[in-house]
């Protein structure tokens, strides 16, 4: 009955998204507020020691995402700059003719040479760098205080 919806996800989720919202917090604090009958003593050490052992798998799946986004990342960067010295040398050999034709054809080669460099840069740049950004969410939620208190 004291249950009010905030998400659909569980309430360590709801506060990891709440410190992905707002990656400023250096330190947390969660407090949560029981029915007075749900209050039991051990409980603060309980949820502690539940988040402990949570934690360490969300790390684990971060180490895996950043290490797996930066293999296909690479890998997608060699091929990338493969297509891309293709596409710079056929545009360059297209270039020279005097064919309005031929000129267009090349320099939308030289661009979607560039392009193909897209992907694989924003994975090993920006995607990354989220990975590592959630991995330092889930370090804040491991190490936060947590406090029961009774409701009133």
């Given at each position: 009955?004291?249950?009010?919806?905030?998400?659909?996800?569980?309430?360590?989720?709801?506060?990891?998204?709440?410190?992905?919202?707002?990656?400023?917090?250096?330190?947390?604090?969660?407090?949560?507020?029981?029915?007075?009958?749900?209050?039991?003593?051990?409980?603060?050490?309980?949820?502690?020691?539940?988040?402990?052992?949570?934690?360490?798998?969300?790390?684990?799946?971060?180490?895996?995402?950043i290490?797996?986004?930066?293999?296909?990342?690479?890998?997608?960067?060699?091929?990338s700059?493969?297509?891309?010295?293709?596409?710079?040398?056929?545009?360059?050999?297209?270039?020279?003719?005097?064919?309005?034709?031929?000129?267009?054809?090349?320099?939308?080669?030289i661009?979607?040479?560039?392009?193909?460099?897209?992907?694989?840069?924003?994975?090993?740049?920006?995607t990354?760098?989220?990975?590592?950004?959630?991995?330092?969410?889930?370090?804040?939620?491991?190490?936060?205080?947590?406090?029961?208190?009774?409701?009133?």
């Open positions: 009955d004291n249950y009010q919806v905030y998400s659909y996800i569980s309430g360590i989720e709801f506060i990891a998204h709440e410190l992905w919202a707002n990656t400023a917090y250096k330190r947390v604090h969660a407090t949560f507020v029981l029915p007075p009958s749900e209050v039991v003593d051990g409980l603060e050490q309980d949820l502690r020691a539940a988040v402990k052992r949570f934690c360490p798998g969300r790390f684990r799946d971060h180490d895996h995402d290490q797996a986004t930066r293999w296909r990342g690479i890998r997608a960067l060699t091929a700059f493969l297509i891309l010295f293709v596409f710079i040398g056929a545009g360059n050999l297209l270039h020279s003719d005097d064919s309005l034709f031929l000129q267009i054809i090349s320099e939308g080669l661009i979607a040479g560039w392009v193909a460099l897209w992907w694989p840069v924003d994975t090993l740049l920006f990354a760098w989220e990975h590592r950004l959630d991995r330092n969410v889930w370090t804040k939620v491991n190490d936060m205080d947590i406090t029961v208190t009774a409701d009133n």
